[in-house]
């Protein structure tokens, strides 16, 4: 819940500026600016090679849900990918298992690329429960094979250890692939070997001065920058350290 539509502008001008010039990185970049600018941004950033996706979604495709935003409006507007159960939404609004998967369901439906987000809190951590409960949220997040295929086209997992988020603590490398690793093969248990393509995001206070060292581990496919995005100069940098 950050910037207006003047701030979002300049922010993805500046962005769109760094992945047009012959310095930038040769990486994939997304913005996921707030739903009430979607529809700006995506037409600001057209003809660039930043995609743009959304915040959230409902998962019903329409009805009386008074200030909800359903997948396809998502779509609507412009955007190609949208963010599921961030940690905020579950720890901060009680998004259980089964609403993620319901909504995961909806965009991919609709045509989006579902960002599904798991990861355990400091408590769980504590108590050697991550595994378990990176097993639980993936396996209850991701709708059936049956309600359509699920590939590295469509899904992206981002791994997002709660007690790390804006706490400036980071997982030691070991950990985080521990994490990555045992997520690759939750999804080969799930989608085979389809799960080789599905792109494995890290999300755990990721800044430039520690993006090269945590994209180089292994089933780290990149980012998923929360603060860090927020100032053009260094959600570039750390774009920049995908070449380090």
């Keep these: 819940m950050n910037n207006l539509a003047a701030e979002g502008r300049a922010l993805a001008a500046a962005i769109g500026d760094y992945a047009a010039s012959a310095e930038s990185a040769d990486c994939d970049l997304l913005v996921c600016p707030p739903a009430t600018i979607i529809q700006t941004i995506a037409a600001q950033l057209a003809d ?39 940690s905020e939404r579950r720890h901060g609004l009680g998004e259980t298992d089964a609403m993620v998967q319901a909504k995961t369901a909806a965009a991919l439906g609709a045509g989006l690329i579902a960002i599904v987000c798991i990861g355990e809190t400091e408590a769980q951590r504590d108590a050697g429960q991550t595994l378990d409960v990176l097993s639980t949220q993936i396996e209850g997040s991701l709708p059936s094979t049956g309600q359509g295929p699920l590939t590295g086209a469509n899904l992206v997992v981002a791994y997002e250890p709660v007690w790390a988020i804006g706490t400036g603590r980071t997982p030691t490398n070991d950990e985080i692939a521990s994490a990555h690793g045992h997520i690759r093969a939750c999804l080969q248990g799930i989608i085979g070997s389809e799960a080789e393509q599905v792109r494995l995001l890290y999300g755990g206070s990721m800044k430039s001065e520690n993006a090269a060292e945590i994209l180089a581990i292994d089933n780290v496919d990149g980012g998923l920058i929360g603060g860090a995005s927020l100032k053009a100069s260094d959600f570039c940098a750390i774009a920049d350290a995908t070449i380090m």
């Design 48 to 86: 660039s090679t930043v995609a743009v996706g959304g915040q959230n979604c409902h998962a019903e495709a329409s009805g009386a849900f008074t200030g909800d935003i359903s997948a396809a409006m998502v779509a609507d507007a412009g955007a190609s990918h949208v963010i599921l159960g961030h």
